[in-house]
């Protein structure tokens, strides 16, 4: 990240994403072949101006929406929104949350990225979030945030993610809820105002975690990752997706017992072990992860 990029600030609105809004958006994707965020689709959806804008975003960002040439183009779906709209249209899965999480974390010049891969507080207060994130627009931004503007996109990002430990993480019921939530990645301690990222989150599917890899593998031009390589660059699983290095080995052992199939697998080189991995598209391994939950669900019944 030697070359200055261009950030994007403010799109959301302040809006964490919603109960509702994507399955409301997806619709309207895949319904129509793109989405505008104007006076027309507020009013069918049900949404303010501001709303609407925000919902623009967040279809954008978490790669639902193939990306446009400008902020209030039109946006047509992805193939993550096409195989969604098929499989889980109203985001009722975690995996599918997942998904989303990764498309966030890995997207450049945005808050997602910069905290997911760029923040290593694990414990950390609201200010120095804030400062930590200005300070690092102005060194790698072509347009700095402000004080002002660093403060809505950390808000934004700790009243997306942050839930309290032990307790319900979400009531869907509260409108101003967020679904990323569920995924257990930030915690709130509301007595000392802290927030800690988790090093061994619940519930990560298999299938996220190999799509995860499958893009670290492309950055880095490799075919086969070790486990340092799962656990500490930049993009791979062990920080978009806040794994520690036993959460990966675990998850590695797992995949060395169930796969090698489709040129995935684990083998030990130089008496290290190695993920080896073919190219493959996020919304291919979300396909298969709904191919898992289907047979689960016909084996129950």
């Known amino acids: 990240m030697s070359k200055p990029i261009r950030f994007q600030y403010g799109g959301h ?31 069918e959806l049900g949404l303010g101006s501001k709303m609407v804008d925000s919902l623009g975003y967040w279809l954008d960002v978490t790669g639902l929406g193939d990306q446009r040439e400008n902020a209030r183009g039109p946006m047509p779906p992805s193939e993550l929104a096409l195989s969604i709209q098929r499989n889980d249209p109203f985001f009722e899965y975690p995996g599918t949350w997942w ?45 700095p945030a402000t004080p002002a503007a660093a403060q809505r996109e950390i808000a934004c ?36 105002n802290r927030f800690e990222r988790t090093r061994n989150p619940h519930a990560v599917p298999m299938e996220a975690f190999l799509a995860s890899a499958c893009l670290l593998a492309a950055d880095m031009e490799k075919s086969a990752l070790t486990l340092r390589d799962l656990s500490s660059a930049r993009g791979g699983p ?20 169930k796969r090698w199939v489709d040129g995935i697998g684990v083998e030990t080189s130089a008496g290290e072990r ?7 598209a996020p919304a291919s391994w ?8 289907e047979k689960s669900k016909a084996k129950a019944a």
């Open 13 to 43: 609105a302040t809006f964490p994403v919603r109960y509702g809004w994507l399955p409301k958006g997806v619709g309207r994707l895949v319904r129509d072949g793109t989405f505008v965020a104007n006076t027309e689709t507020a009013d």
């Open 99 to 143: 998904f989303l999480h990764l498309a966030m974390a890995r997207r450049e010049g945005t808050v997602w990225s910069w905290f997911f891969n760029d923040y290593h507080d694990r414990i950390f207060d609201r200010i120095a979030c804030t400062d930590a994130f200005l300070q690092h627009t102005r060194s790698h931004a072509i347009r």
């Open 157 to 192: 990002l700790i009243s997306s993610y942050a839930a309290r430990a032990g307790v319900d993480v979400v009531d869907p019921d509260d409108v101003g809820a967020c679904p990323l939530r569920e995924l257990g990645l930030v915690v709130r301690h509301d007595a000392v």
């Open 238 to 257: 062990g920080r978009v997706l806040c794994m520690g290095l036993d959460a990966i080995e675990e998850m590695v052992g797992e995949i060395g017992r």
């Open 274 to 280: 190695q993920l080896v991995l073919a190219p493959r």
């Open 286 to 293: 979300l396909g298969e992860l709904y191919e898992r939950i």
